[in-house]
C-alpha cells in the first residue's frame, strides 16, 4: 500500500489521501489527486464561505447589537455574573436552522464572557475560550478556531464543532462583542464521501473528518497502522 502525503491548509488542517492500489504509477497519480484535492478545498471553501456569510447577517443585526450592549451596561452595576441570569435565545431564535451545520450561536462580550448562553454547558465553553485562547483569536485575522467538544445543557450530549467568532461593533464602530457559531465538523464527513480516494482532513496529528467514522481524536499514525 502506498500513501501519499498532500500538504495543503484548509482551515488550518491539513489534507491526508492514501491510495489504495500499490501498482499506480505515482507520476499519474500525482496529477489527478492534486485535482482532487484542489476541488474539495473548493468545496470547503464555499462552505467556510456560507458559514461566514451567515455570522456577518447576526453581527450586523440591529436587535443582537442592542441585547449586548443592554447586556453589558448591566455588567457594569451587577458584575460579569448577571450574564448567567439572561437568556439569549429569543434575540437568535431567527437564525435557528439557517445552515444544518450549524450547530449553535451565542454571543460574547468584549472580554469573551457568553452573555445568556442557556443552551450549551457553560463551564465547557469557558474553559476553551479562556483568556489566551481569546487573546490569540483577537491577534489573528483567523476567526476561526480548532476543533474542541461542546455540551449541549438538557441531554448532555457532546458534539465535536470548530467555531466562528464574528465582531459586533455599535452605531460608533466600536466592538462591543462577539457573535459565535459552532459548526458540526461532521460535515466535512459528508463532504468527503463524494470521492473514491481514502482522504482524511487533519488538525495537527489528528483526523477530524474522514471517509467512515472514527472515535474522536484519532492519530493518523494509529489509522495507518
Given at each position: 500500500m502506498i500513501f501519499i502525503l498532500i500538504v495543503m491548509p484548509i482551515f488550518g488542517f491539513f489534507f491526508f489521501a492514501r491510495l489504495n492500489n500499490i501498482n499506480t504509477s505515482l507520476a499519474q497519480k500525482k496529477s489527478s489527486d492534486l485535482i482532487t484535492l484542489n476541488t474539495l478545498a473548493?468545496?470547503?471553501?464555499?462552505?467556510?464561505?456560507?458559514?461566514?456569510?451567515?455570522?456577518?447577517?447576526?453581527?450586523?443585526?440591529?436587535?443582537?447589537?442592542?441585547?449586548?450592549?443592554?447586556?453589558?451596561?448591566?455588567?457594569?452595576?451587577?458584575?460579569?455574573?448577571?450574564?448567567?441570569?439572561?437568556?439569549?435565545?429569543?434575540?437568535?431564535?431567527?437564525?435557528?436552522?439557517?445552515?444544518?451545520?450549524?450547530?449553535?450561536?451565542?454571543?460574547?462580550?468584549?472580554?469573551?464572557?457568553?452573555?445568556?448562553?442557556?443552551?450549551l454547558n457553560l463551564d465547557r465553553l469557558t474553559y476553551f475560550f479562556n483568556r489566551t485562547a481569546m487573546n490569540k483569536i483577537r491577534e489573528s485575522?483567523?476567526?476561526?478556531?480548532?476543533?474542541?467538544?461542546?455540551?449541549?445543557?438538557?441531554?448532555?450530549?457532546?458534539?465535536?464543532?470548530?467555531?466562528?467568532?464574528?465582531?459586533?461593533n455599535d452605531q460608533t464602530d466600536r466592538m462591543i462583542g462577539y457573535v459565535v457559531l459552532f459548526t458540526d465538523t461532521g460535515k466535512m464527513n459528508e463532504l468527503l464521501q463524494a470521492y473514491s480516494d481514502d482522504i482524511y482532513i487533519l488538525e495537527e496529528e489528528y483526523i477530524i473528518a474522514s471517509q467512515k467514522e472514527l472515535p474522536m481524536y484519532t492519530s493518523l499514525f494509529s489509522e495507518m497502522q
Open positions: 473548493n468545496t470547503l471553501d464555499t462552505y467556510k464561505d456560507s458559514v461566514e456569510v451567515v455570522g456577518n447577517i447576526i453581527s450586523g443585526d440591529k436587535e443582537v447589537r442592542e441585547y449586548i450592549t443592554q447586556a453589558s451596561r448591566a455588567a457594569e452595576d451587577r458584575g460579569k455574573v448577571s450574564y448567567k441570569q439572561m437568556d439569549n435565545r429569543p434575540c437568535l431564535k431567527r437564525y435557528e436552522n439557517t445552515l444544518d451545520s450549524i450547530l449553535a450561536i451565542s454571543l460574547m462580550d468584549a472580554d469573551g464572557y457568553f452573555i445568556g448562553e442557556q443552551t485575522p483567523n476567526r476561526w478556531t480548532k476543533t474542541f467538544s461542546i455540551q449541549y445543557k438538557d441531554s448532555g450530549e457532546r458534539k465535536r464543532v470548530f467555531s466562528y467568532l464574528v465582531p459586533v
